[in-house]
């Protein structure tokens, strides 16, 4: 079983920055990808990022060279840093996490961008 808790959501304007912090907890031995996924009100849940435990990344298009994810393995953290915010990353941001064939997911932290 894993635990997933995210924070580090907020409200920020326009062009600004946010970091997101996923802390993983329970009785595993090493979870095999984690990343971030993103639902805005009345769309679909969709993918940010993902990393795997060897540091390969992927990124929507819609966020590439704006934000970066990484995780420390030795914390079991996942990160994601936020630049160059726009009111369409508005959304609430979930932690994912792959392990033993099975997903977790955090409870969400809330992203909003104002104009």
């Known amino acids: 079983q894993v635990q997933l808790v995210e924070s580090g959501g907020g409200l920020v304007q326009a062009g600004g920055s946010l970091r997101l912090s996923c802390a993983a907890s329970g009785r595993f031995f090493s979870i095999n990808a984690m990343g971030w996924y993103r639902q805005a009100p009345g769309k679909q849940r969709e993918l940010v990022a993902t990393?795997?435990?060897?540091?390969?990344?992927n990124y929507a298009d819609s966020v590439k060279d704006r934000f970066t994810i990484d995780r420390d393995n030795a914390k079991n953290m996942v990160y994601l840093q936020m630049n160059s915010l726009k009111p369409e990353d508005t959304a609430v941001y979930y932690c994912?996490?792959?392990?033993?064939?099975?997903?977790?997911w955090g409870q969400g932290t809330q992203v909003s961008v104002s104009s």
């Open positions: 990393i795997t435990n060897g540091g390969r990344t």
């Open positions: 994912n996490a792959l392990y033993a064939g099975s997903f977790y």
